[in-house]
Nanobody, 125 residues
Framework: EVQLQASGGGSVQPGGSLTLSCEAS????????IGWFRQAPGKEREWISCISKHDDTTTYADSVKGRFAISRDNAKNTLSLQMNSLKPEDTAVYYC??????????????????WGQGTLVTVSS
């Protein structure tokens, strides 16, 4: 019943932009911090960003800081990730996930309760 459906992935050239979306259902979205993770081929899953449940705090991994922007709309149960200046090393499956932290923005995967199935982003010439 709980769902986190990521969409918006695709293939882009280096320097291009994409916007990923995550549509949530089956749980009280506004009571969860929501984050984005990614997993590149042959690599461990990497935390990249999180936004607090009240939409007042955002955090980013150093690898994407200044290029990506996370946002949420609690009225629509949606999460977005605007990705700019994309690099080949951004190629990965991107996942949205939910965490019950009351105010913060967790960065460790084991702290997240719900996960989506991800959407693939490929950056190449």
């Amino acid at each position: 019943e709980v769902q986190l459906q990521a969409s918006g992935g695709g293939s882009v050239q280096p320097g291009g932009s994409l916007t990923l979306s995550c549509e949530a259902s089956g749980f009280p979205f506004s009571e969860y911090a929501i984050g984005w993770f990614r997993q590149a081929p042959g690599k461990e899953r990497e935390w990249i960003s999180c936004i607090s449940k009240h939409d007042d705090t955002t955090t980013y991994a150093d690898s994407v800081k200044g290029r990506f922007a996370i946002s949420r709309d609690n009225a629509k149960n949606t999460l977005s990730l605007q990705m700019n200046s994309l690099k080949p090393e951004d190629t990965a499956v991107y996942y949205c996930a939910a965490n019950q932290h009351p105010y913060g923005t967790p960065s460790q995967a084991p702290e997240y309760s719900y996960w989506g199935q991800g959407t693939l982003v490929t950056v190449s010439s």
